[in-house]
């Protein structure tokens, strides 16, 4: 899969790009705040419908101006196609694929698929299991795009439950109870498929992940991933609807008196471990790093095997955030991808061998052939 061409208007500091990319490597360099993640941002924008540094869609929109636009040309398998982004201050933004107005930033999943890789990601690991859950559902929506419908119809239910305990106080205890069940049944539905996909995906993920991070490694670590659900599954001989729909069952009181559901696909988490060990609490900041970047290249590796093409590499400021031994994991597996790589300084490219890789030079929002 490679992006041919991308055309900003209005979007963060660019006031107009047009810009054909290279089929293979694209280098962005250029000093802080000069448009470099804005670029790359516009294309993970296309991607998921929504920007991985804000939940604000105004924000996107070139300061002072009342719209913005970015379009996307693409080629893969499924052939050329496109996607544009219409964004409008005070108006829901609007999404075409291939000019047709799509009705749900959903249909997106599948069309432009990337995997991105910022220096936050690093902390993907040691960090809270919002991070590792929001790492599958963004992976698993990609890759199954019906996983993306059935969170979104999990977690309006989740949030129909919770409104429900949050205007319990003074509500007769049996009558809230019974409208609990009633969204307890929905809520299992839902949160079961997601928790079997999510299952299916980790395993799929751990395999893939334990080969890479052997080899990152040096062969001395074995790292171990597994789903870990918010629910005694096993208890319930695997049937996870079952047990969810237990759980919330039996936390219906407790939830009534926090005013949220305690259990559920939203409180899951991916364990990682290096042997038996939880590298988050174990693990020393360079291995819990190593991790994170086996992760993320074996998300690479695993988009490429199920949906028969490489993904788009997004790779945002992360060359100089590592050792030299993972740099190299990392640019062996950017072969074969179309990759938009960027950097502050061209010194950890040209120590790996790449001084030939012709660059573009990003300023205040402005792209250029680099030329030293
Ligand atoms: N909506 C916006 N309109 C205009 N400029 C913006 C907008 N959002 C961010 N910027 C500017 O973009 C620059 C940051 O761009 P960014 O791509 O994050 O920089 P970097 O090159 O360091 O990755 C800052 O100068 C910021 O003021
Ligand atoms: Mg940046």
New binding site residues.
């Given amino acids: 899969m490679r992006v041919e061409r991308l055309k900003l208007n209005d979007f963060?500091?660019y006031e107009a790009l047009d810009w054909k990319p290279r089929p293979g490597l694209n280098v962005i360099v250029?000093?802080?705040?000069?448009?470099?993640?804005?670029?790359v941002?516009a294309i993970f924008f296309c991607a998921f419908g929504r920007s991985h540094r804000t939940p604000r869609d105004a924000?996107?929109?070139?300061?002072g101006m009342a719209g913005g636009y970015v379009g996307l040309m693409l080629q893969s398998q499924a052939g050329a196609r496109q996607i544009e982004m219409k964004l409008r201050a005070g108006e829901r933004k609007q999404v075409f694929i291939d000019r047709l107005q799509a009705q749900r930033s959903g249909e997106l999943m599948g069309v432009l698929n990337v995997v991105m890789f910022s220096p936050e990601d690093l902390a993907l690991v040691k960090g809270a299991p919002a991070e590792r859950r929001r790492f599958i559902d963004m992976e698993l929506s990609q890759l199954r795009p019906k996983y993306y419908y059935r969170l979104q119809q999990y977690n309006a239910a989740l949030k129909q439950r919770n409104a429900l305990l949050r205007g319990a106080p003074g509500q007769e205890q049996g009558a809230m109870r019974a409208q609990l069940y009633a969204w307890d049944e929905q809520l299992a539905a839902a949160g079961a498929d997601v928790m079997r996909m999510r299952e299916e995906f980790v395993d799929m993920l751990s395999t893939i992940a334990r080969d890479l991070h052997r080899s990152i490694s040096g062969g001395r670590e074995q790292l171990a991933l597994s789903y870990a659900p918010s629910v005694d599954v096993a208890r319930y001989g695997g049937d996870m609807r079952a047990a969810l729909e237990e759980a919330l069952y039996a936390s219906a009181l407790e939830d009534m008196r926090r005013g949220f559901t305690g259990v559920g696909p939203h409180r899951d988490d991916l364990s990682v471990r290096l042997g038996d060990a939880p590298v988050r609490v174990f693990g020393s900041q360079g291995q819990q790093r190593t991790a994170a970047l086996s992760l993320k290249l074996s998300e690479l590796a695993l988009l490429a095997r199920e949906t028969g093409e490489p993904p788009v590499l997004l790779l945002?400021?992360v060359l100089s955030e590592l050792d030299e031994p993972r740099q190299r994991a990392l640019l062996e597996a950017m072969r074969g991808c179309q990759c938009f790589l960027?950097c502050t300084s061209l010194a950890g490219l040209i120590r790996a061998g790449m001084q030939d890789i012709p660059a573009y030079a990003?300023k205040g929002?402005r792209l250029e052939a680099y030329s030293g």
Avoid: P, S, W
């Fill in positions: 963060r500091n250029g000093e802080n705040a000069q448009g470099k993640t804005n670029a941002e924000e996107l929109i070139r300061h945002d400021d960027t990003c929002g």
